[in-house]
């Protein structure tokens, strides 16, 4: 363990520490936005876009973007791939909340609704079901009012690798 005398914990596992102990909800929610803020610190993706985490928790994740002029397409609406940008980052942020490296398997999305500028649209990422080192997820992004714009489907794979090597309380 460290030079403290305290054992460091595996954090593959949301609930328990290596060595079985339960971890406290407190606890969880902190190795969470641990694991989000070392995701965040290597997705120049989303910072380019304006992406902007809004919420993490596990298997979960929320995100928001502005839309504005440049967001338009040629018919005055944003445009489609900003959208899935935004859900697509959730949905990355979703898959790597349980700190093993996750990458997109596929993801297909709907739309059904449109909106203009300025507008805030929001994705939330929920995980659906895990086996193993595969995961399935679902994404809705919202508009300010709550309109359902679109929604994405999407399976992730687990590589190698975690974000967090250890954890500490």
């Known amino acids: 363990g460290p030079a403290s005398g305290r054992k460091r914990a595996s954090v593959c596992l949301p609930a328990h520490s290596r060595y079985g102990h339960a971890m406290s909800s407190s606890l969880l929610d902190a190795l969470k936005l641990r694991i989000a803020e070392a995701v965040k610190a290597k997705d120049e993706a989303a910072r380019l876009r304006g992406i902007v985490l809004g919420a993490v928790s ?8 502005p839309v504005s002029q440049s967001s338009l397409n040629a ?3 944003c445009d489609g791939g900003i959208i899935f940008a ?4 959730a ?3 979703a898959a790597n909340s349980h700190n093993r490296r ?4 596929n993801a297909t999305i709907s739309y ?3 909106v203009g500028a300025p507008e805030t649209l929001t994705a939330t990422a929920r995980e659906l079901s895990r086996s193993g080192r595969s995961a399935t997820y679902v994404v809705g992004v ?15 794979r687990v590589v190698r690798g975690e974000w967090l090597q ?3 309380p």
Do not use: C, P, W
């Open 58 to 65: 596990a298997g979960n994740a929320q995100m928001q973007i």
């Open 75 to 77: 018919l005055g609406v």
């Open 86 to 89: 935004l859900a697509e980052t």
């Open 91 to 93: 949905f990355l942020y």
């Open 102 to 105: 996750a990458v997109s398997q």
């Open 112 to 114: 059904f609704g449109q």
């Open 142 to 156: 919202h508009s300010k009012d709550g309109t359902l714009i679109a929604e994405l489907r999407g399976q992730s």
């Open 166 to 168: 250890s954890f500490a």
